[in-house]
């Protein structure tokens, strides 16, 4: 049963969405879901792993300043929103290791989804351990998509990405030497981006001993 649970979790993940294009001035929505994408699963907040549903969520600003989003609970997801002041490139992300352990093994769940306003392209810095990154644009069908896996801030290549499309649609494709992977959007919708992976590190986490972490980091691209 506790294998059964530990599976369970390791298959879900969190993920963030907002639209890609911003306005200066004009409020700009982000949601919050927890599910298995590859299938269709939506869990309700209620259902949400451990204490993931008090995760904090944040938006690194073009200047690299960081506010934290106050975040409403809709029952199916987790909302906020904030008001772009300037032009430039936002970040919003999350990064939430859950409270309690299953066995020895923790569990951490990041995602994050870029916003451009206006023409002014800003770097951004590391924002987690490891991240999924995409170019703040309007995709449309047909197009190729390209993501970026990083851990550090530093390329991770060949590492296996799972591709979700709306409809059921999966792939697999490993990062190449610049930790890239590109793929055709076919579909309408919304497309999640994930990459999973245990790391073998201990120690005391709530006063309970671990022996390793399950990371499990996703993006989402919108295709119009």
Request: proline share 3%; hydrophobic share 35%.
């Amino acid at each position: 049963m506790m294998a059964m649970v530990t599976s369970s979790v390791s298959a879900h993940a969190i993920w963030v969405e907002s639209s890609p294009l911003g306005a200066k001035g004009k409020q700009q929505i982000v949601r919050v879901y927890y599910g298995e994408y590859e299938h269709g699963v939506i869990e309700k907040t209620t259902g949400w792993y451990s204490d993931l549903n008090q995760l904090e969520l944040y938006v690194l600003q073009p200047d690299q300043s960081r506010t934290k989003l106050s975040l409403t609970n809709k029952g199916e997801y987790l909302e906020a929103s904030f008001t772009p002041a300037t032009e430039g490139t936002y970040t919003i992300y999350t990064s939430h290791v859950a409270k309690d352990l299953w066995e020895e093994k923790r569990f951490q769940f990041s995602s994050s989804v870029v916003v451009q306003v206006g023409k002014d392209q800003s770097p951004s810095e590391s924002i987690a351990a490891y991240c999924l990154s995409a170019s703040a644009r309007q995709y449309t069908r047909g197009n190729k998509v390209t993501v970026t896996l990083t851990k550090k801030g530093s390329s991770l290549a060949d590492k296996e990405v799972t591709i979700m499309a709306p409809q059921g649609w999966v792939k697999k494709i490993k990062t190449d030497a610049q930790g890239n992977v590109s793929f055709d959007a076919g579909y309408t919708g919304i497309y999640v981006i994930e990459f999973g992976e245990n790391l073998e590190e201990s120690g005391d986490w709530g006063g309970k001993p671990f022996k390793d972490t399950w990371q499990t980091v996703t993006t989402s691209v919108a295709i119009r």
